[in-house]
Structures are given as structure tokens and as C-alpha cells.
């Protein structure tokens, strides 16, 4: 089984369809007890990094993820509250990853929405794709580069487009919308 944090983020039914198309059982949920139950864990999550964390304490979520043991992928602002802090806000985070959110500079079109390639892949999740792959992008912040980097996407400048550290994995990308591509990376993401 599947846990989907539940937080009050958006973008949780499209992760739970990509899923489902993978012939995975999905819970919505935010109840301790059947996330770490849970086989897999996903942190989804797009808005407000301030407010999401905020939403988190609330259910004492911010507590319980940090201590899972079980494969837990973010994704988009998932990955980002898995970080130590966001200037969005200057939010403190989760603290998982050892980066930091900074917004994008202001001489370039943000939000970066669409497709971009990844550069310099590693990792299990990326296994069978290759850089000329495009994955969909929708964020206004990027998280540093640095040693827990998987993959790279360069707009306006470098940033991580992928992190890991020990079983948590995050995307700054939305492989739930990104097509074929983005089903190999639940796949790699299953199999681990």
C-alpha cells in the first residue's frame, strides 16, 4: 500500500491516479498509525511553503516524517519542505535534506512551468531514462545544489531537480504529469 500524506495540499489526486494506473493501492491520509504502515510513502504538495508547514505541525506530521524508514518520495514542494529551510517566507522545514529554497532570480520568467530536461542523473530513480528525457515543471523556488543532488535541471540557473538521502527521494519536477517518463520514475520508485 501507498500512503499520500494527506496536509490539505493540492495536487493529490493526480498523484494518487498515477498510481492507480500502476496498479498500486492508494490511501489518502494523514493518520500516524497507516502511514508508517504504509509500504510507500508520498509527500505531494504545490503552494505555500510557510502554510504547508504550518499544516504539518498541526497534525504532527512534521514529526513523523523525518522518522520514517520505508521509501518516501516528495514531489514539487514536497521535495522543498523536505529541506532545511525556504525563503519563502523564511520557512523552516523539515530538515531532511541538507539544502536550503531559495526563489528564483527576478530577471528570468517564473514561475519555470513546462518540460526541461535533467542533467548529471544518478540514483535509483532514475534508472532506464536518460537527460534527453523531459519532465514537467510548475515552481517559483529551487533547491541548492549540493552532495544529496540526483539530477540537475538548469533555468536561469543550476538547481537540484532531484534529491536523496538514505530512503527519502523528492522530485522538484511532477513525474505524475510527466508522461511515460514520469510512470519509469514511480516504477524505479516502487522497486526500491
Known sequence: MIAVIDYGA??????????QRLGQEVVLSADHAKIRAADRVILPGVGDASWAMKSLKANRLDRLIPSLKQPVLGICLGLQLMCQV???????????????????????LVPHMGWNDLEQLRGPLFQNLSGVDDFYF????????????QA?????????????????????????????????????FLAL
Open 86 to 108: 525556504s525563503k519563502e517566507k523564511d520557512t523552516e522545514c523539515l530538515g531532511i535534506f541538507n539544502a536550503s529554497v531559495k526563489r528564483f532570480p527576478t530577471n528570468g
Open 138 to 149: 510548475v515552481h517559483s523556488y529551487c533547491a541548492e545544489l549540493g552532495d544529496e543532488t
Open 152 to 188: 540537475v535541471c538548469d533555468y536561469i540557473s543550476p538547481f537540484s531537480a532531484a534529491l536523496n538521502r538514505d530512503n527519502f527521494y523528492a522530485t522538484q519536477f511532477h513525474p505524475e504529469k510527466s508522461a511515460n517518463v514520469g510512470n519509469q520514475l514511480l516504477l524505479n
Open 10 to 19: 493540492g495536487n493529490v489526486r493526480s498523484v494518487q491516479n498515477a498510481f
